[in-house]
C-alpha cells in the first residue's frame, strides 16, 4: 500500500510540473500590461515602469522567469496579490474553507439522498419509484445550475422569504474566525442565532451545487447495484437464508460502492466548476468567486497562484480516491 | 417419511419472446441420508427445479407444483421468513462457479460466520471455534489462519471447499451441490467429490448432486433422475440404471462415456437440447433420438410404470430393444435433415 | 446523429435502431432534439419577431400579453424584446456550439489518441501527461482562464470548451485503440501491407466508435452548458447576441420583478440538454454491448 501511494506520488511530479507551466504560460499570454494595471488609471513615470518590471522580474528572459517562478512555487512562494497586496497562498487559504465547507456540505446532500434512491430504484427495478428517481436524476443531471440557483432564489427567497440570497452568514453577527467554517465558527462563537443563521445561507448553495452530483451519483449507485445483484455471491447470500435487507445492505451494496466511490471522486472537478458559478450567484466569499474575480481583474499572479493551488487540490483528492477505492476494493488492496 | 417430495413441478420464465418453460412436470422424492443425482445437458432445466425449491430464482419465474415438501413444510405455501430459517439451515446449496459465489469483499471467516450468527445465533468466540472446526473438516490445511484470506487470495477448488463448509455449517438436512466440480481442474473435481461422499456418510444428510457428468454419478449417487429439456425422462437406482437404461436419451448419454465406448470413435448425441423457439410438438427427444418414429413426432409420450425406470418414452428400451417399436422401417431418417 | 449512420454498417443499424427504440425516453429525446434542430434552422418562420427588435412601450411585460405590435407569447425583457423570438434564434446558437465542439474535440481528440495508442512509447507518455494536465483543472474554470485570454465572445468560447472536452476522446480513442491493436485482424492487414495511417484510421477506428459516439452526446450537452455558463459569467457570446446563458446573464438583475425573463432561457437550456441526454442514454445502451441484454 505505501509503495503503492509513493508510486502515485511520483505520476503525480510531471503533471504538478506541467500544471505549472500551463499557468504561468496561460499568465503571460494574457491580454493587458499587469504592471501598467497595477498603476492604475493615474499613470506611471517611465522610471517607475522600469523598477516594477525589474521588482517583478518581467524583464528576465521567459525560460529565467519560469525557474525562479518554479524555485518559489515549490518552497511555497506562490506570489502576491496585486489587488490585495497579500500572500496569494494566505489569500487562498483564507477563503478555502469557504469553499471546502460548501462542497463538503454538497457532496454529503449528494451521497446521502443519492445512494440510497440509487439502491431502492435498483432493488425495486422497474417500480414507479424507479422510474421517477431516475426521470429526475436525468432533470437534475441535465440542470444549468446557474438557473437553478435563481430560480431557488426566485422562490425561496424572493416569494417564500425563508433563504437569505447572499454570504455565509447574516451581518448582524460578528465573531472571531477560528476554524474558517462557518458552521462551526457560530456554534463556538455561542452567540444566539448565529448558527440558524449560517445554516439557512447554507442551504441554497449546498442544494445547488449538490444536485449534479446528486443525480450522476443516483444513476451511478443504480447501474452499479443492478450489476451486482446480478451476482453469483448475492445468489450465494439468499440461499444462506439471509433477510432481503441484509443481502442488499451488506452483500450488495459494498461491491456496489467501489465503482460509485470513483464515481465521487470524479465530481470533485465537476464540484470545483461549479462552485465557481455558484459562488458568484451567492456571493459566497471562496475561492471559486475568488477567481473569477481575478480573472475579471486581470489579478494575474492571483490567476496563476490559484490555477496551480486548484488543480494541487484536485490531484490531490484523486489520490485519496485512488487509496479509498483500495480500502474497500480487497482485490486491488492485495494486488498491491 | 422422505425429506424432500416434489410432484408436478413446473417453471415458467417471463421473456422477451413470450413464457418460456423451463421445467415441465418434474417430479423426485429424496429419503434422508440419500444421494440422488440429477443428470442432463446444459439447458435441461436441472438447476432450475431446485433453484425454485430454495426460492432463488428472479421475479420473473412463475412456480407451480401439486407437491413441493420439505421436512414435513410446504415450500409452495410457506412465508417467505418462513423460509429464510430453513434456507441456509436445513436445506443448503452449493454453486457451479466458487470463484464467483463467495463475496469479493468479506474473509472467508466472516462469510462463514455469518450462516451460523444468523441461524444458530452463535456469539463472535463460539463463531470463530466452529469456523475453524469446519474448515478443518472439508480440509482446508492451517484453517485458523486461513479465516482472515479474502476468496480471491485462493484457488477455486479451496473456494468451492469453503461453500462447502458454509453449507454444511448449520448440518443441513439436504444439501443441493449443483454442478459442485464443474468449474475445477480434474484432480481437484476427484476430491470435492470425495470430499462431498464422505460429509454425507459423517453427517447422514440426504444430498442432492445435480450434474451432467455420468462418470460422477457412477461414483457418489445411490438413485439418478434425468432430465431432459425440463422433463424428467427417466428414474432409477444407479446400478440399474447403468445396468439397463431405458430411455433412449439415458442410453445415448451412457454409450457417451469413454469406459464405456465399443468402438473407436466415442459416439455423440447429435443436436443440442431444444430452447425457447425449437421446441418440438410431440417427444422433446425426437429430433435427436435413434428410434423416432411417425408417433414421436406427433404425439406427447407419458410416463411409463417403475418396471421401465418412469421412462417418458413411447418405446421405452429393454436391455437396449425398443418394446413396442413397430421396426427399424418406421425410423424416420430426421436427423440427417436437422 | 449523422455519425451514426455513417460509422454502422445496415445489418447493424437496424439491430441498432431495434435497441434503441425500445427504450421510450430515447425517442422521446431524438424527436424533441429533432423538433429543436427544425426550429433552429427555420427561425424566421417560428419567430413572431425579429430577435433584436426593441417595444418601447412594452419593457419587461409579462407572459401573454398583448402588445400594440402583436401577442408576446413569453413576455418581452427589460429593452421591450419578444422573449420567444429570442429563445429560437438562441436556438442556433445553442446547437451551432454544440455541433462545432464536438466535431472540433473529436476530430482533435481522436487524431491526438490514434497516435498516442498505436505508438506508444514517449510519444504516448506525452500525450498522456498533456492530457492529465488538461484535466487536472476542473473545466470551466480552464475554459473561463483561456476565454480571458483569448478574448470574450462566441468563438473563443467554443475553442475553449473544445480544448477542454477533447481529453476525454483522447482517452477513450486510446484505449480502444490498445485493445484493438493486437487483434488478428488488425495483423492481418498489417501484414497485408497497410501503412500505419490506413490501419490507424480504416482499419482500427471503425471498431473503437461505440463509445465514442456516447461520449459525443455526453459533451454536446456538456458544451451547451459550459457555453451557456461562460455566457452567463459574461465571457461567452456577448449581448445583444440571443444566447440563452447571455440572456439570463442580462436577466438577473430582474430576478425578483419579472420572473419570466429569468425563467424561459433557463428552461431552454434544460430542455435541450435532456433531450440531448435522454438521446445518449438511448446510444449508450443501445451501442454498448456489455449492457446489452442477452
Redesign the interface.
Known amino acids: 500500500m505505501f509503495g503503492f501511494i509513493l508510486r502515485r506520488l511520483g505520476l503525480l511530479i510531471?503533471?504538478f510540473i506541467?500544471?505549472s507551466?500551463?499557468a504561468f504560460f496561460?499568465i503571460r499570454?494574457?491580454?493587458g500590461d499587469p504592471v501598467l494595471l497595477l498603476a492604475g488609471e493615474r499613470g506611471i513615470s517611465p522610471e517607475r515602469y522600469a523598477e516594477l518590471m525589474h521588482r517583478f522580474g518581467f524583464d528576465l528572459p521567459l525560460w529565467q522567469q519560469f525557474i525562479t517562478y518554479f524555485t518559489d512555487l515549490v518552497q511555497g512562494d506562490f506570489g502576491t496579490s496585486i489587488s490585495t497586496k497579500k500572500p496569494i497562498f494566505t489569500e487562498f487559504f483564507t477563503l478555502f474553507p469557504a469553499t471546502l465547507e460548501l462542497s463538503f456540505c454538497a457532496v454529503i446532500f449528494a451521497v446521502v439522498l443519492g445512494v440510497p434512491a440509487g439502491v431502492i430504484a435498483a432493488v425495486k427495478r422497474n417500480s414507479w419509484f424507479d422510474h421517477t428517481a431516475m426521470?429526475t436524476a436525468?432533470?437534475g443531471?441535465?440542470?444549468?445550475i446557474?438557473?437553478?440557483a435563481?430560480?431557488l432564489?426566485?422562490v425561496f427567497s424572493?416569494m417564500l422569504g425563508w433563504t437569505p440570497v447572499s454570504g455565509r452568514i447574516s451581518l448582524m453577527f460578528f465573531f472571531p474566525k477560528v476554524t474558517g467554517f462557518m458552521l462551526i465558527d457560530s456554534l463556538l462563537s455561542g452567540k444566539a442565532g448565529a448558527f440558524q443563521s449560517a445554516v439557512s445561507h447554507l442551504i441554497l448553495p449546498t442544494i445547488v451545487l449538490g444536485t449534479i452530483p446528486l443525480a450522476v451519483i443516483a444513476r451511478q449507485t443504480r447501474s452499479a447495484m443492478l450489476e451486482v445483484l446480478g451476482e453469483d455471491y448475492i445468489r450465494t447470500a439468499k440461499a444462506k437464508g439471509l433477510s432481503p435487507f441484509r443481502v442488499v445492505a451488506v452483500h450488495a451494496l459494498r461491491n456496489a460502492l467501489i465503482p460509485v466511490i470513483t464515481t465521487i471522486g470524479l465530481q470533485i472537478?465537476?464540484l470545483?466548476?461549479?462552485a465557481?458559478?455558484t459562488e458568484?450567484i451567492f456571493s459566497w466569499p471562496g475561492i471559486g468567486k475568488w477567481?473569477?474575480d481575478s480573472?475579471f481583474r486581470r489579478d494575474y499572479p492571483a490567476?496563476q497562484g490559484g490555477?496551480v493551488l486548484?488543480?494541487l487540490i484536485?490531484?490531490g483528492v484523486n489520490l485519496v480516491v485512488d487509496m479509498l477505492y483500495g480500502l474497500v476494493n480487497p482485490k486491488i488492496r492485495h494486488q498491491r | 417419511m422422505p425429506i424432500l417430495e416434489i410432484s408436478n413441478l413446473s417453471v415458467d420464465f417471463r421473456t422477451?419472446g413470450g413464457q418460456f418453460r423451463a421445467v415441465d412436470g418434474v417430479s423426485m422424492t429424496v429419503e434422508p441420508g440419500e444421494i440422488v443425482s440429477i443428470v442432463g445437458e446444459s439447458g435441461s432445466g436441472k438447476s432450475v427445479s431446485m433453484l425454485a425449491l430454495m426460492g432463488l430464482l428472479p421475479w420473473t419465474a412463475t412456480i407451480t407444483a401439486d407437491k413441493m415438501m420439505f421436512d414435513g413444510k410446504d415450500l409452495l405455501t410457506i412465508p417467505a421468513r418462513e423460509r429464510r430459517r430453513i434456507v441456509g439451515k436445513d436445506l443448503a446449496m452449493i454453486f457451479q462457479e466458487p470463484m464467483s459465489s463467495l463475496n469479493p469483499c468479506y474473509t472467508v471467516g466472516w462469510q462463514i460466520g455469518e450462516v451460523l450468527k444468523v441461524h444458530l445465533g452463535l456469539d463472535k468466540r463460539a463463531r470463530r471455534d466452529r469456523t475453524v472446526e469446519l474448515l478443518e473438516l472439508v480440509g482446508i490445511p492451517s484453517a485458523a489462519e486461513r479465516l482472515d484470506t479474502y476468496p480471491h487470495q485462493m484457488s477455486g477448488g479451496m473456494n468451492q471447499r469453503v461453500m462447502i463448509a458454509m453449507a454444511i455449517a448449520c448440518n443441513p438436512k439436504l444439501l443441493i451441490a449443483d454442478e459442485p466440480t464443474t468449474a475445477l481442474d480434474v484432480t481437484i473435481q476427484a476430491q470435492i467429490l470425495d470430499l462431498l461422499a464422505k460429509l454425507q456418510r459423517e453427517t447422514g444428510m440426504a444430498l442432492v448432486l445435480i450434474t451432467h457428468d455420468m462418470g460422477v454419478v457412477a461414483e457418489t449417487a445411490n438413485r439418478v433422475s434425468v432430465q431432459y429439456a425440463g422433463q424428467k425422462v427417466e428414474e432409477q437406482p444407479v446400478s440399474e440404471l447403468f445396468a439397463d437404461p431405458h430411455h433412449p436419451y439415458t442410453a445415448a448419454l451412457l454409450s457417451a462415456l469413454p469406459e464405456r465406448a465399443t468402438t473407436r470413435r466415442l459416439p455423440s448425441i447429435p443436436g443440442v437440447v431444444p430452447g425457447q423457439y425449437d421446441r418440438p410438438s410431440g417427444c422433446l427427444f425426437s429430433p435427436r433420438c435413434a428410434f423416432v418414429t411417425e408417433r414421436c413426432v406427433e404425439k406427447a409420450p407419458v410416463t411409463q410404470g417403475q418396471a421401465a425406470g418412469y421412462a417418458l418414452c413411447h418405446y421405452p428400451l429393454n436391455q437396449g430393444k425398443p418394446v413396442g417399436h413397430p421396426g427399424p422401417a418406421a425410423i424416420l431418417d430426421r436427423r440427417l435433415s436437422a | 446523429m449523422t455519425a451514426v449512420s455513417a460509422s454502422v454498417r445496415p445489418g447493424r443499424l437496424k439491430e441498432f435502431w431495434r435497441y434503441f427504440s425500445e427504450n421510450h425516453?430515447a425517442v422521446a429525446g431524438l424527436v424533441l432534439f429533432a423538433a429543436l434542430v427544425f426550429v433552429a434552422l427555420a427561425a424566421p418562420l417560428f419567430a413572431p419577431f425579429n430577435p433584436d427588435q426593441q417595444f418601447r412601450d412594452a419593457l419587461l411585460v409579462p407572459p401573454m400579453t398583448r402588445g400594440s405590435e402583436g401577442l408576446f407569447l413569453l413576455g418581452t425583457d427589460a429593452l421591450g424584446r419578444d422573449i420567444l423570438s429570442r429563445l429560437i434564434y438562441g436556438a442556433r446558437f445553442s446547437l451551432f456550439i454544440g455541433v462545432v465542439v464536438v466535431s472540433v474535440s473529436l476530430i482533435g481528440g481522436v487524431i491526438i489518441g490514434m497516435f498516442a495508442g498505436f505508438f506508444r512509447g514517449w510519444v504516448d507518455t506525452t500525450i498522456m501527461?498533456?492530457m492529465?494536465?488538461i484535466?487536472?483543472?476542473?473545466?470551466?474554470?480552464l475554459a473561463?482562464?483561456?476565454v480571458?485570454?483569448l478574448?470574450p465572445g462566441l468563438t473563443n468560447a467554443m475553442i475553449a470548451i473544445a480544448i477542454v472536452a477533447q481529453p476525454h476522446y483522447v482517452r477513450l480513442t486510446r484505449a480502444a485503440v490498445l485493445s484493438e491493436r493486437n487483434r488478428d485482424y488488425v495483423t492481418a492487414a498489417r501484414v497485408s501491407g497497410a501503412g500505419p495511417l490506413w490501419l490507424m484510421f480504416v482499419t482500427i477506428l471503425p471498431n473503437c466508435m461505440a463509445p465514442l459516439i456516447v461520449q459525443a452526446a455526453l459533451s454536446f450537452?456538456g458544451a451547451i452548458?459550459d457555453a451557456?455558463?461562460l455566457g452567463?459569467?459574461g465571457m461567452g457570446a456577448q449581448p445583444p447576441t440571443p444566447e440563452w446563458?447571455t440572456m439570463?446573464a442580462e436577466a438577473?438583475e430582474f430576478?425578483?420583478r419579472a420572473?419570466w425573463v429569468?425563467?424561459f432561457?433557463?428552461?431552454a437550456?434544460?430542455i435541450t440538454?435532456?433531450a440531448?441526454?435522454?438521446m445518449g442514454?438511448g446510444l449508450r445502451d443501445a451501442l454498448d454491448p456489455k449492457l446489452k441484454?442477452s
Do not use: E, K
Not at chain 1, 443531471?141 to 444549468?144: D, F, L
Not at chain 3, 484535466?135 to 474554470?141: D, E, N, Q, T, V
Open positions: 510531471p503533471t506541467g500544471v507551466l500551463v496561460f499570454l494574457l491580454p426521470a436525468l432533470v443531471y441535465s440542470m444549468p446557474f438557473w437553478w435563481l430560480l432564489i426566485i424572493g472537478g465537476v470545483m466548476a461549479g465557481i458559478l458568484t477567481m473569477v480573472i490567476v490555477l486548484i488543480a484536485v490531484m | 422477451v | 425516453g501527461r498533456v492529465d494536465v484535466l487536472a483543472f476542473p473545466s470551466l474554470l473561463l482562464t483561456l480571458a485570454i478574448g450537452s452548458l451557456a455558463a452567463f459569467l446563458g439570463l438577473r430576478i425578483t420572473w429569468v425563467t432561457p433557463g428552461l437550456i434544460l440538454v435532456l440531448i441526454n435522454l442514454d441484454r
